[in-house]
């Protein structure tokens, strides 16, 4: 028998009680499913994403810096991030930050959470996921020429300063644009509208990439990135059905708007594509994927099905047009080099899924999510109600939230760059550039045995892989996909 002795458990949970009355089993096992597939989103999600999307020299480079971030994120989430987002305000007068604090004790996590029917350690790992694809949709806008040092800064400091203060303000019910009654079901605003301007404004800073990669820079292995981009659609159906807190009708409707809405934005991009390019693009149904999740997130469980495939439709057909018209005539927009399009994918995409929820909110759909009745009105159904006024309300505080996102993102992110860029340089060397991986990280993404021998001019070396103990030169073969 074991002589460790156990710390004292909130009141009236006893250590043998592993499954306490007010904790429901239904709903703390889908919620930590539901966190799982977001965070299979990630990890391996947008890593193998990223990886098959970009050059193969960056391939690596890439894929590795979603998973640092992934690491980081994690770390920071539990020693201050989480309470900063969901705990005690900083400030009572204005309520848009908590005071930084640790989510590790015993008696914090295995306490009643947020929803009092699982324990608050499930809605640390929850929330954490979602704080960390924030940081890796960023990472798109900078592939191919950011420093991994000054990314090593950026991330801590960016979830800090400015996810933070977007998830409290949105999310947080003490957040004051909470209380306001914003919707965001699942992160339109907090997530992917952040990501989007965050990741531009990133990309302004860093600089662009090197000219030669500006002007061709074809994915090393479409499939691999279809791979990735299946990952990241099946995983939001954790995204958007876990935001109810609960196994309810509610998270099962948001789960089907997810899908309905992807699968017709997917559709719409890729018949524009037919239309105006007389090809059928994987790479353009992929975007039309993407920007459809992302549209869905802030409405899923609370608009109707025809509500989510007007939303597809829109999602499918604007940031088509804001990537592949205004981004080409646009000399401003032309300056930044946003690697993987975030600023269309989700910024256009999220404050477009904003606005449009302030249209199309269902009243008895928002009470099934908020318990409230009366305070949360779409546009539409304020007419149909004969109260106007409170759909023209809820307009514009989802307006007001796009706005405070967006200066909130373009201010902290400006300032975090500015200062790693004291301490690092933002941006790759030309040389560096040139070589990409292997200049970066002493790996390549390709090295493959067998397939003609190649000096070894990584930092590592390779190991014999029968003796495990003396190093040769690495055999490799470079698989040109691009």
């Not at 020299?57 to 590795?64: E, I, P, T």
């Not at 949105?170 to 989007?196: C, F, Q, T």
């Not at 399009?341 to 928002?366: E, R």
């Not at 902290?412 to 991986?437: A, F, K």
Request: hydrophobic share 50%; proline share 4%; glycine share 10%.
């Amino acid at each position: 028998m074991s002589n460790t002795t156990y710390a004292p458990l909130p009141a009236g949970l006893m250590w043998d009680e592993g499954s306490p009355e007010w904790m429901s089993k239904a709903d703390n096992a889908w919620q930590l499913t539901a966190a799982t597939l977001v965070g299979i989103q990630s990890v391996p999600g947008l890593i193998i994403l990223y990886g098959g999307a970009v050059k193969k020299k960056w391939a690596v480079n890439s894929a590795f810096m979603a998973f640092y971030a992934f690491a980081c994120v994690l770390v920071c989430w539990v020693g201050w991030g989480y309470h900063m987002s969901f705990g005690a305000p900083l400030f009572k007068s204005a309520p848009f930050w908590g005071k930084a604090d640790v989510a590790l004790d015993q008696v914090y996590l295995l306490s009643r959470g947020f929803s009092g029917k699982f324990p608050t350690a499930t809605m640390v790992y929850f929330q954490f996921v979602f704080a960390a694809i924030t940081l890796i949709l960023i990472a798109g806008a900078l592939l191919g020429r950011m420093n991994f040092y000054a990314w090593m800064l950026f991330v801590p400091l960016w979830l800090t300063f400015s996810y933070t203060v977007g998830a409290y303000s949105i999310w947080s019910p003490k957040g004051w644009l909470a209380l306001k009654g914003i919707i965001d079901y699942s992160g339109g605003y907090v997530i992917h509208l952040s990501s989007g301007v965050a990741g531009f404004t990133a990309a302004y800073w860093v600089g662009p990439r090197s000219t030669k990669d500006r002007e061709r820079f074809p994915p090393n292995n479409i499939l691999l990135m279809l791979t990735g981009a299946g990952l990241l659609w099946m995983g939001w159906t954790g995204f958007n059905g876990g935001d109810p807190y609960v196994v309810s009708l509610d998270a099962s409707l948001a789960v089907l708007n997810t899908h309905v809405c992807t699968a017709t934005s997917l559709l719409t991009w890729l018949a524009l594509d037919v239309i105006f390019f007389r090809k059928p693009s994987v790479i353009g149904a992929v975007q039309g994927m993407i920007t459809g999740l992302v549209c869905i997130t802030p409405a899923a469980g609370v608009v109707q099905g025809w509500a989510a495939i007007i939303m597809g439709l829109l999602s499918g057909s604007i940031p088509w047009f804001t990537m592949m018209v205004v981004h080409k005539k646009s000399t401003l927009l032309q300056k930044v080099d946003d690697t993987m399009a975030v600023l269309h994918t989700h910024a256009i995409a999220g404050s477009l899924g904003g606005l449009l929820t302030g249209l199309f909110a269902h009243p008895k759909l928002n009470n099934l999510f908020y318990d409230t009745y009366g305070k949360y009105v779409g546009l539409f159904y304020g007419f149909k109600m004969r109260k106007a006024h409170l759909g023209v309300r809820q307009v514009g505080i989802q307006l007001l939230g796009v706005l405070f996102i967006v200066a909130l993102n373009v201010v902290v992110t400006s300032l975090v760059c500015l200062l790693v860029q004291v301490i690092v340089p933002l941006r790759m060397s030309d040389e560096d550039m040139e070589i990409g991986d292997e200049a970066a990280h002493g790996e390549e993404a390709y090295a493959i045995w067998g397939q003609g021998e190649k000096l070894d001019n990584s930092r590592y070396g390779a190991y014999d892989i029968e003796s495990s103990a003396k190093s040769r030169p690495r055999s490799a073969g470079n698989i040109e996909m691009a």
